[in-house]
């Protein structure tokens, strides 16, 4: 039971390129979630997903795109990275079926746009 | 609109003493989650203790502990017998409508 992997780790990424992050849980939650989190401002929503083939807006979901296709994979998308997305990108996942409604984070990926 | 508030950036704690993390929030729902979480250097997020807003007996997790004043909007989290490996950024955080909304973190050092 590995819980919530994302790849990659690390990434370096100039002005206008484009990369995929992937999110897995192998824990069978209906919910998951991508955040950023920047220095001295805590964890934003991005975007997030209720089920399989479904996504919703969260806080700061411009410039991102995403994509529940499986229910164990969720993809955050960058079209045209700018500077301003350098940040550690957190994955989440979670469900009601247990009552907790706990959220499970993956280690987080630092993305730097040059 | 859903705000969460830390407003103690960092903090210091003795080793085996207590410290209490201070956390306010705003929500005009009724029925909502209120989370504590660590983020160790290592970057992941660990779920501390969860309250449930209905429920009016505090959560309590072996050392840990919270306050939960619903009328004030008041969360905190008391730590006892701090230990090194407390060290870590804890951030707040309320659920309701499927989403989270966090603090923006207390810096805990523990000196030993």
């Known amino acids: 039971n590995a819980g919530v992997t994302q790849t990659p780790k690390f990434r370096v990424l100039k002005t206008g390129q484009s990369m995929t992050l992937l999110c897995a849980q192998d824990m069978n939650h209906e919910y998951m979630y991508w955040y950023r989190q920047d220095p001295g401002m805590g964890l934003r929503l991005i975007h997030y997903s209720v089920g399989e083939g479904t996504t919703a807006k969260g806080e700061v979901p411009d410039g991102y795109n995403v994509s529940r296709l499986k229910k164990q994979n969720f993809l955050l998308g960058l079209e045209s990275a700018a500077p301003s997305q350098t940040s550690v990108y957190f994955c989440a996942s979670s469900t009601w079926a247990d009552g907790t409604d706990t959220q499970y984070f993956g280690p987080g990926t630092r993305l730097t746009v040059l | 609109a859903q705000t969460v508030t830390q407003s103690q950036p960092e903090m210091s704690v003795q080793e085996a003493e207590t410290v209490t993390l201070s956390c306010t929030y705003d929500t005009s729902e009724s029925d909502y989650y209120l989370f504590w979480y660590k983020q160790p250097p290592s970057r992941q997020m660990i779920l501390v203790i969860r309250q449930e807003a209905y429920k009016q007996q505090n959560a309590t997790e072996n050392r840990f502990s919270v306050n939960f004043q619903k009328a004030a909007k008041s969360f905190s989290l008391k730590i006892s017998d701090s230990q090194l490996g407390d060290a870590a950024m804890y951030f707040c955080?309320?659920?309701?409508?499927?989403?989270?909304?966090f603090g923006s973190g207390t810096k805990l050092n523990v000196k030993p």
């Open positions: 955080a309320l659920y309701n409508f499927n989403k989270f909304y």
